[in-house]
């Protein structure tokens, strides 16, 4: 496939999301890491499925736009989350109720050379093919099935409950094909189960 | 049991969480891990007037030990299609079962046999994606309405077509003997006698080949999977059964003596039949 450069719509995207959030992202050089107290709320919207959750988002203190008017770039996450160095509690401030004692030397761990290309493999693959439509059919072609997306997207069940994702896997044409995400780390098989209410808060943003 | 502290549900696919903890491990027990168990391998193939023959070595090693004596190499893919697998036998295990499964869905949705090139293509997409972590060279043959066909696919998803192609540690003795004899157009009989040569040049130079060799013939008219093509001389003589037939020890004398048994008691139960 060839890779075309569609700098026109992604600019135009990233416009739109600095005056909408008047937030900046920076990067730490040294350290590869984006900071921002609010980087942990960013990075679990970002989520793909995640529902549209406009009306419950008044408890904050910026307008309560949603994150969903990003365009596909800025969703590709350029680190893991490392715990140490960005405390995802809120107030900035590791939460040691949730997830225990912060120690630099147990945060500053090697991870695995495939996790982030792994993470960011679907937006990525996106990212490419959305541009190249553009480039071959003009704007209108990835525009509505980024709103045809949009829409599949909201098709979920509850948070703690295993959803098909049928619309989407037909959309995105994984209903007729077999990858390791079907046969390892099955989510309707996981051993883990989540308390329903905690997770439908955190989903909704409440926690 | 509902855990507080899963927050969201765990992504599908492959899991990194033990990535840190595998590092931190490294160096601590060394001795104990048991190596996983590669098919060290003399894997070749080549391209004869009515088709594709493959060959391969039938021994699966995991660092010093033979783990299979009878392990098998060539695997399917398709009806038209086959592969042989070199590299970590699970991950060649694996990944030719992923494809033959996305190539069956194809052919079940289009009515079609699949082409070589849909497999080779599908192969080299997944393994880039992961960039060599899963080790499996793989020869893929296979005959379709373009013609007949060989590729190889490395395990950084690198592909090469050729007329004759060896992969595996054995490679380079098997090579030789094809790069030796090989001509275009060959025949049958002259196909599967460079194949197998070119797997006994592995087998006899490579530590990591051995044991019986497999060949399989792909043509238009269907598929001949020899299995083995020719045994290795120093097959182990144990019997895996110890079964003997009738008449193996001799009879010396034999005596016949009825058991008497007399009534005891007799009772009278009516059966209810309406």
Do not use: W
């Not at chain 2, 990194?16 to 595998?22: I, P, Q, Y």
Request: charged letters at 20%; glycine letters at 8%.
């Amino acid at each position: 496939m060839v890779v075309l450069k569609g700098y026109g719509m992604l600019r135009h995207s990233r416009t739109i999301m600095r005056t909408a959030h008047g937030r900046i992202i920076q990067r730490a050089s040294k350290y590869r890491i984006v900071h921002d107290v609010d980087l942990y709320r960013m990075f679990r919207i970002e989520n793909a499925t995640q529902p549209d959750v406009r009306v419950f988002r008044t408890e904050s203190a910026r307008d309560g736009i949603t994150m969903n008017s990003r365009g596909l770039r800025s969703q590709l996450k350029d680190s893991v989350p490392v715990a140490g160095l960005c405390p995802q509690g809120a107030y900035g401030i590791q939460d040691c109720l949730r997830s225990g004692f912060s120690s630099v030397k147990n945060e500053l761990l090697p991870s695995h050379p495939l996790e982030l290309s792994e993470k960011n493999f679907q937006p990525n693959k996106d990212k490419m093919n959305f541009s190249t439509l553009r480039n071959i059919q003009g704007l209108h072609a990835p525009l509505k099935l980024q709103m045809e997306y949009r829409a599949a997207r909201q098709i979920q069940r509850l948070p703690f409950l295993p959803s098909s994702n049928l619309a989407l896997d037909t959309l995105r044409g994984n209903d007729e094909s077999i990858g390791f995400e079907d046969i390892l780390c099955d989510p309707a098989q996981s051993e883990m189960m989540g308390e329903p209410h905690l997770m439908v808060e955190y989903n909704l943003g409440l926690l | 049991m509902a855990l507080s502290n899963v927050l969201h549900a765990p992504a599908a696919g492959f899991n990194f969480d033990h990535a840190a903890r595998n590092a931190e491990l490294e160096g601590l027990f060394d001795a104990q891990i048991p190596k996983p168990v590669k098919t060290g391998t003399t894997i070749a193939g080549v391209v004869f007037k009515d088709g594709v023959v493959l060959g391969a070595d039938t021994r699966a090693t995991s660092s010093e030990i033979v783990a299979d004596k009878m392990c098998s190499k060539i695997h399917y893919i398709a009806p038209n299609i086959y592969c042989c697998g070199a590299g970590t036998a699970a991950d060649t295990e694996k990944t030719t079962e992923l494809l033959s499964s996305n190539l069956t869905i194809f052919s079940l949705n289009s009515g079609r046999n699949p082409r070589v090139v849909m497999a080779v293509n599908i192969l080299q997409e997944m393994l880039y994606r992961y960039h060599g972590q899963i080790g499996a060279s793989l020869i893929l043959g296979g005959v379709d309405c373009a013609g007949n066909h060989l590729y190889t696919v490395g395990p950084y998803g690198s592909v090469n077509t050729m007329p004759y192609l060896a992969m595996g540690s054995g490679d380079l003795a098997a090579l030789g003997i094809l790069e030796d004899g090989y001509k275009p157009d060959l025949e049958l009989d002259k196909a599967k006698e460079l194949v197998r040569a070119a797997i006994h040049a592995g087998v006899m130079n490579d530590l990591a080949s051995g044991n019986n060799i497999d060949i399989c013939v792909l043509t238009r008219e269907g598929v001949d999977h020899i299995r083995p093509y020719q045994v290795s001389q120093y097959k182990d003589k144990r019997k895996t059964k110890y079964k003997y037939g009738a008449g193996t020890t001799a009879v010396l004398t034999e005596k016949v003596v009825p058991v008497k048994l007399e009534v005891v008691e007799e009772t009278v139960q009516r059966m209810d039949t309406a």
